[in-house]
């Protein structure tokens, strides 16, 4: 990987490993790299440690998403889907299990692949992407059972809420509709744009992130990230953030988002902005935190730069991972 | 070279140092005196010195023991106090996990709390914007109230205009019978005149 690649490298995905030791992250070469935590959150860590100890072609286009389930890596690249071992994987074997691709209608390009969600009820994949609709893969029998159909335009990022059974999916429509996973119909669908306290029209109406925790939703994007009581469908607070938000998450009493401009910020529900603390790359496309392991509990943000800034502590930037 | 320095070095040290060092040494000079001492033949004023100078000697090493004695003592002294207080720091360090432990407890709890704060604080900013119950109630009784005393007022006008339209009714098909008793009359008088005329007029 020459100087030249590594300068216009952008990572868009990451993932942890389910005993929370490794780290995946996809790029947009389609390269998906593996980091070890442990070599580098050891006390005798070198800088080899912060450098992968497995990177690999996964797919042709740009690794927009990584999912990990109990013992498989998902990776979504070019139209298809591609599960891997983790176990295969650390032994540095890299075949992956299988290969799968939505039946999209036009055979003339293939549309990419945003985001993709786990529904751990009855074990399926949402996959939502580039031809405004979102797949539901069945990953007992490997069979694509359902369509979700009703954006009109590119669909960014999914996620699901856990009580309810609802699929929620935001797109470059600017509209964030909910859907029943069991019948696979449209319930709600808000148009956030139109809500004049979220609004930006400046920067336009897509909604490119997403997030939730069965009562309360983040969504952002062209519009200000604003929090929203789902049982009410009605904004609560929005977050004076400039800049467009890729990616946010709850952590116990905080928001923490990313998006253009080198800094995680850290925002309280009340619509607050506590903090911002600075990161490596100029802009963040993905954040993670590390909820599968006690003694590597750590947020990595990545964006564009082949750098992964690791935080140890939520404060401060500790160290980077790099390609 | 070395091994002949080291030659040299040892028989020195031997020279020197060869019934150990201090008290060792000592011990073993008074031995030695005491039987040079037994076995001399030297007179008795000699006998004499080296006799006072052996117990001199004896005092010494006495005096040196009780030291050494003493010494020992106090190092047993120390290592217990020594021991006392590592125990206590122990027990310091696990009750300060311990207490650790409990402040990240209640440092979980005081943000859940924080949390359910905020979002009772962000849907009261929601519900505030809508208006108040008791207001709406209000608009809706008098608004209720209203209605009735209009429907009440509709009622009245309504029987008025029955009322009127029957008193109407009851006016209008009067003068009707009444024209038409005297269209009749008319009638029957012509009728009347024109069998008089034709009867006159026959005559």
């Known amino acids: 990987m020459g100087p030249v690649e590594l300068l216009h490298m952008s990572v868009f995905s990451q993932s942890f490993s389910p005993c929370g030791r490794f780290l995946a992250a996809g790029n947009n070469y389609g390269e998906i790299a593996l980091f070890s935590l442990s070599a580098a959150l050891s006390p005798d860590a070198t800088g080899l440690s912060q450098k992968p100890v497995l990177t690999f072609t996964a797919h042709e286009g740009p690794v927009f998403s990584l999912l990990s389930t109990d013992c498989h890596l998902l990776s979504a690249g070019n139209g298809e889907v591609s599960a891997w071992s983790w176990t295969e994987l650390i032994k540095k074997n890299i075949k992956p299990l299988w290969t799968k691709r939505p039946n999209y209608k036009s055979s003339l390009e293939i549309p990419e692949i945003n985001s993709m969600t786990i529904n751990s009820r009855d074990n399926s994949l949402i996959v939502g992407g580039g031809d405004n609709n979102l797949h539901v893969l069945d990953l007992e029998h490997g069979v694509f059972k359902a369509v979700l159909q009703g954006h009109s335009d590119y669909v960014h990022c999914v996620t699901m809420r856990e009580r309810e059974a609802e699929i929620l999916s935001g797109g470059e429509d600017g509209a964030v509709r909910m859907w029943d996973s069991r019948t696979a119909q449209s319930v709600h669908c808000i148009d956030v744009y139109k809500y004049e306290s979220c609004a930006r029209p400046q920067f336009g109406k897509w909604i490119s992130c997403l997030t939730t925790d069965s009562d309360w939703m983040l969504c952002g994007g062209g519009p200000s990230l604003s929090l929203w009581h789902l049982r009410s469908l009605s904004p609560t607070s929005t977050f004076p953030l400039s800049g467009c938000q890729r990616q946010a998450a709850f952590y116990q009493d905080m928001i923490l988002a990313v998006g253009e401009g080198p800094f995680v910020s850290h925002c309280l529900l009340g619509g607050d902005v506590k903090a911002q603390i600075p990161c490596s790359p100029q802009s963040l496309n993905t954040l993670q935190l590390n909820t599968n392991s006690t003694e590597h509990r750590v947020l990595t943000v990545g964006g564009s730069s082949a750098h992964i800034d690791v935080f140890t502590n939520l404060s401060y930037r500790a160290f980077s991972l790099s390609f | ?203």
């Open chain 2, 1 to 203: 070279m070395g091994a002949v320095t080291d030659d040299e070095v040892i028989r020195k040290r031997l020279l020197i140092d060869g019934d150990g060092a201090g008290d060792d040494r000592r011990i073993n000079v008074l031995l030695k005196s005491f039987t040079k001492w037994c076995n001399s033949p030297a007179t008795a004023e000699e006998g004499f010195t080296q006799y006072q100078r052996m117990l001199g000697t004896l005092a010494q090493c006495e005096f040196s023991m009780g030291k050494t004695l003493m010494v020992y003592d106090m190092n047993l002294r120390e290592m217990e106090n020594y021991e006392k207080i590592y125990t206590n720091i122990e027990q310091n360090i696990t009750s300060a996990h311990e207490k650790i432990a409990e402040c990240k407890k209640e440092i979980q709890r005081a943000k859940r709390i924080r949390k359910n704060r905020q979002e009772y604080d962000a849907l009261a900013k929601v519900i505030q914007q809508h208006p108040d119950r008791h207001e709406t109630l209000k608009q809706l009784e008098a608004l209720d109230k209203e209605l009735q005393q209009l429907s009440h007022i509709k009622e009245n006008v309504d029987a008025k205009l029955e009322l009127r339209k029957k008193q109407f009714h009851v006016l209008l098909s009067t003068i009707q019978e009444l024209q038409q008793t005297l269209e009749n009359d008319e009638k029957s008088d012509n009728d009347d005149n024109n069998q008089e005329s034709p009867a006159e007029n026959g005559e």
